[in-house]
């Protein structure tokens, strides 16, 4: 089912993109080998033992999973995957929780979904990929009456964890959630530590900006992740908050 599609004019790959959901086992494959390919290849993450070149996880027969593709080519170039309340009922939980404790957050349960393991491919990250990816994404929530997004927006940690921890030192200022909404890293990254070794400025890593832009909030302190080398942030979207530049950017005559 196509969502949406996009014009690149100038762009040195194909001037179509469009948006739809993976509809069987061989599209899931090809978001996971995207993924392989950003996560794996380009930034070193540790992903788990499986089938060679596929970055799968047990929650993914579970979720939704959007895709970008090329309209000339059909190669999958962005991806986002989605597990609905539903679902994640029936898995037994989200995979957040093995980052944070969310305890707080547990009573949006049926009215929150969960969204993750996004990427694009390096080729097409100019901004026609993230927001046909957005767009679907907010017309998900709309349809299916969702109240609130949530899902981790990451930061690298290849210089160590300081831009992370200075991007969280300036973010916590305007962007934190009400304290009801607070969620408690599992593996905390020792922002104290970090922050008087070093005062790093950093930009906003697009997928956190574009979080931010929208209205999210941030959670609580990030969380490091082992596999990913990242900095996890926990961001909490309330569809009652969407910027409504964005709500109309993204939902067009919807919103």
Same mark, same amino acid.
């Given at each position: 089912?196509?969502?949406?599609?996009?014009?690149?004019?100038?762009?040195?790959?194909?001037?179509?993109?469009?948006?739809?959901?993976?509809?069987?086992?061989?599209?899931?494959?090809?978001?996971?080998?995207?993924?392989?390919?950003?996560?794996?290849?380009? %930034?070193?993450?540790?992903?788990?033992?499986?089938?060679?070149?596929?970055?799968?996880?047990?929650?993914?027969?579970?979720?939704?999973?959007? +895709?970008?593709?090329?309209?000339?080519?059909?190669?999958?170039?962005?991806?986002?995957?989605?597990?609905?309340?539903?679902?994640?009922?029936?898995?037994?939980?989200? *995979?957040? &929780?093995?980052?944070?404790?969310?305890?707080?957050?547990?009573?949006?349960?049926?009215? %929150?979904?969960?969204?993750?393991?996004?990427?694009?491919?390096?080729? $097409?990250?100019?901004?026609?990929?993230?927001?046909?990816?957005?767009?679907?994404?907010?017309? *998900?929530? +709309?349809?299916?009456? $969702?109240?609130?997004?949530?899902?981790? &927006?990451?930061?690298?940690?290849?210089?160590?964890?300081?831009?992370?921890?200075?991007?969280?030192?300036?973010?916590?200022?305007?962007?934190?959630?009400?304290?009801?909404?607070?969620?408690?890293?599992?593996?905390? +990254?020792?922002?104290?530590?970090?922050?008087?070794?070093?005062?790093?400025?950093?930009?906003?890593?697009?997928?956190?900006?574009?979080?931010?832009?929208?209205?999210? *909030?941030?959670?609580?302190?990030?969380?490091?992740?082992?596999?990913?080398?990242?900095?996890?942030?926990?961001?909490?979207?309330? %569809?009652?908050?969407?910027?409504?530049?964005?709500?109309?950017?993204?939902?067009?005559?919807?919103?």
């Amino acid at each position: 089912m196509q969502l949406q599609q996009a014009q690149t004019p100038g762009s040195a790959v194909s001037k179509k993109l469009f948006v739809s959901y993976a509809q069987s086992a061989d599209e899931v494959k090809q978001a996971q080998r995207l993924r392989y390919r950003v996560f794996a290849e380009e %930034m070193g993450a540790r992903l788990p033992g499986g089938e060679a070149g596929l970055d799968r996880d047990i929650y993914d027969p579970f979720c939704e999973h959007l +895709l970008v593709r090329d309209g000339d080519t059909g190669e999958v170039v962005g991806t986002y995957r989605i597990l609905p309340p539903d679902r994640a009922k029936k898995i037994g939980g989200l *995979y957040s &929780a093995s980052e944070f404790d969310l305890t707080r957050l547990l009573h949006l349960s049926p009215g %929150m979904v969960e969204v993750g393991r996004s990427c694009i491919h390096p080729d $097409y990250r100019t901004g026609a990929a993230i927001s046909l990816l957005w767009s679907g994404l907010a017309k *998900y929530m +709309l349809s299916h009456g $969702y109240e609130y997004l949530m899902g981790c &927006a990451s930061v690298s940690m290849a210089d160590g964890g300081h831009a992370a921890a200075s991007l969280y030192n300036n973010l916590r200022v305007d962007n934190m959630s009400p304290i009801e909404w607070r969620v408690f890293p599992r593996c905390a +990254l020792p922002l104290d530590k970090l922050t008087r070794e070093s005062s790093v400025s950093a930009p906003l890593p697009p997928l956190l900006k574009g979080y931010l832009q929208a209205g999210a *909030y941030i959670c609580g302190d990030p969380a490091w992740d082992p596999d990913f080398n990242t900095a996890d942030f926990l961001v909490l979207l309330p %569809m009652s908050k969407v910027n409504r530049r964005y709500a109309r950017h993204f939902l067009g005559a919807a919103a």
